[in-house]
């Protein structure tokens, strides 16, 4: 069709349609075409409601039961129907579902039953069983629109459906999709449907064609066969060397590492989190007590599914996935092994007291150094012989030994017993390994434990030096794991 050429007829119909050109197609068929866009249309009333709708943004027929306004009488009647009414008069004959509208019918019965996908992107790969999907994955993806800002924040959508998503979760704090099963509350229909398929009826509908792995959600599907089968981590921090499969973690390790960023906090007492599922497990468990997730080989409860499925992988099946290549320890989780790493064979110890000068591996040895030291808390007393102690394991320790006398390590070598297992673990490395690490620079002689060495150089050669000396040694790393 030529848009150059226009119809040179009578005067009065020139005056008739002076407002916009007549366009003539190559059949000799008159369209009405839009004098802002290059949109075009058979009816010069279609032509109208057009402008006055999109052009001028005009929305002049308000529905009497709500605050919603249209800028169509159809689209209001429409909305009436099947919102208000609730009337869904269309029935697909090969499933249940029912439309408000006869053209979503149409679109179901071609798109899902009949799996067709008409619409084919000129650019990439994807194709789509509706048109205006094509269009919103063209302006959005290939050209990158954003043409829907939200006007209480900054954030931009390619979708006006995301925008309002946006807006209510966001700024009106709406959930309005509750779980009949659960307490989680969601403010989409959609991820509800999930949540109840993947967790309560635990469906797993997506397998994957190069392995016996199946899935809940598709995109875990996708970011399996990318990270496991391609080996792909497409996204690397500028800040460190740490490489990422999916956006969302990259992001997520940004905040959480580098910017320290705690945006979830508690509002019944101070703690603060990085994810906020962390604070609903922690709001769950803490303050309200609940441990839902029962293991059906114990009577232990937890308060959370991953730490049963840990529970059962380490304690009753006694598996041990994750091996330390500098050693042959195993540890049943991973994040135990990268804390073995960084604070045995690297010797690293990230957790400083702010009240004195020590410093620790662990962040709950730093937190009890500051109970016991500098508030000398002692909440954990015997009631057979009112002792205190500041920790639950010292208490643990002194019911054992001294009231129940219990030694219940034992070593068959030598038939050695001890109450502890660090203690056990210290014979083995000296006595039986002949671990020596310790030698006196004063004579020849040698020891098993730091400690020693220092006893030793105070007593034979009244060298006070080290006496305040913190027990830094790899024997004491030992000591660490074993606790």
Known sequence: ???????????????????????????????????????????????LVHQKTVHEGRKDFACDKCEKKFGHNWYLLLHQKTVHEGRKDFVCDRCEKKFGLKQH????????????KDFTCDKCDRKFGVKFKLIEHQKTVHEGRKDYACDKC????????????????????????????????????????????????????????????????????LCHRKTVHEGRKDYAC???????????????????????????????CEMAYRHKLHLFIHQKTVHEGR??????????????????????????????????????RK?????????????????????ACAKCEKKFGHKHHLLDHQKKVHEGC??????????????????????????????DHSFEKDQKKSAHKPHLFLHQLIAHEELIDFACDKCDKKFGLRFNLIRH????????????AIIESRTENHFIEFI
């Open 291 to 328: 441990k839902d997730y029962v293991c059906d080989k114990c009577e232990k409860k937890f308060g959370c599914k991953a730490h049963l499925l840990v529970h059962q992988r380490t304690i009753h099946e006694g598996r041990k996935d994750y091996t330390c290549d500098k050693c042959d």
């Open 238 to 268: 500028d800040k460190c060397e740490k490489k990422f499969s999916e956006k969302s973690n990259f992001v997520k390790h940004q905040r959480k590492v580098h910017e320290g960023r705690k945006d979830y906090a508690c509002d019944r």
């Open 105 to 116: 019918l149409l679109v179901h019965q071609r798109t899902v039953h009949e799996g067709r």
């Open 457 to 468: 150089r105070k007593k034979e050669h009244n060298d006070f030096e080290d006496m305040n």
């Open 331 to 351: 540890f049943g989780v991973k994040s135990k092994l990268i804390r073995h790493q960084k604070t045995v064979h690297e010797g690293r110890k990230d957790y």
């Open 154 to 221: 900054e954030k931009k959508f390619g979708q006006k459906a995301n925008l309002l998503t946006h807006k209510k979760l966001v700024h009106d704090g709406r959930k309005d999709f509750a779980c009949d099963k659960c307490d989680w509350k969601f403010g989409e229909k959609s991820k509800l449907i999930k949540h109840q398929k993947t967790v309560h009826e635990g469906r797993k509908d997506y397998a994957c064609d190069k392995c016996d792995k199946k899935f809940g959600r598709k995109w875990r599907l």
């Open 1 to 47: 069709m030529n848009k150059s050429e226009k119809k040179s007829g009578p005067a009065t119909a020139q005056e008739k349609f002076s407002e916009h050109d007549i366009v003539v197609s190559d059949d000799n068929r008159r369209f009405y075409a839009c004098d802002e866009c290059e949109k075009k249309f058979r009816l010069k009333s279609s032509l």
């Open 378 to 407: 002692e909440d954990y007393a015997c009631d057979k012989c009112g002792k205190k102690l500041g920790q639950k394991t010292d208490w643990i320790s002194h019911q054992e030994t001294v009231h129940k006398d219990g030694k």
